[in-house]
C-alpha cells in the first residue's frame, strides 16, 4: 500500500506563488514517474504536471510556462511550484504515480487518491 501525503496548498492572491510537496511512501519498489492532479469544483480531475524518473516532464497546456515540476527520487518526493497563479487553478490539488512505463500508458496510478491540498486563488 502506498500512502501519497500532500502539502503546501493555501490561499493566494493572483499573481501569486505557491509551492506543493508530495512524499511517497509505503511498498514502492520503484516508481516510473510522479504527478500533480486537480480538480475545481463541478469538474474533472485534470493532470497539471507529471515527471518521470528520468526528468522527462509533461505539463497540461493551462499551466505551460507558470508551473514547474521537480522531482527528489531518494526522497520519493515530488514538487510543484505554481507561479502566476489566476482564480481559475482554484482547485484541490492531488498527487499520484506509477510504478512502470506500462502502467503510465494504462493510466493505472500506484496509490487512492488521498485528501489532496486546497489552493485558492482570490482577492
Known amino acids: 500500500q502506498v500512502q501519497l501525503v500532500e502539502s503546501g496548498g493555501g490561499l493566494v492572491q493572483p499573481g501569486g506563488s505557491l509551492r506543493l510537496s508530495c512524499a511517497a511512501s509505503g511498498s514502492i519498489f520503484s516508481i516510473y514517474a510522479m504527478g500533480w492532479y486537480r480538480q475545481a469544483p463541478g469538474k474533472q480531475r485534470e493532470l497539471v504536471a507529471d515527471?518521470?524518473?528520468?526528468?522527462?516532464?509533461h505539463y497540461g497546456d493551462s499551466v505551460k510556462g507558470r508551473f514547474t515540476i521537480s522531482r527528489d527520487n531518494a526522497k520519493n518526493t515530488v514538487y510543484l511550484q505554481m507561479n502566476s497563479l489566476q482564480p481559475e487553478d482554484t482547485a484541490v490539488y492531488y498527487c499520484?504515480?506509477?510504478?512502470?512505463?506500462?502502467?503510465?500508458?494504462?493510466?493505472?496510478?500506484?496509490?487512492?487518491w488521498g485528501q489532496g491540498t486546497q489552493v485558492t486563488v482570490s482577492s
Open positions: 499520484n504515480g506509477y510504478t512502470s512505463f506500462l502502467e503510465y500508458l494504462r493510466s493505472t496510478f500506484f496509490g487512492s
Open positions: 515527471i518521470t524518473s528520468g526528468g522527462k516532464t
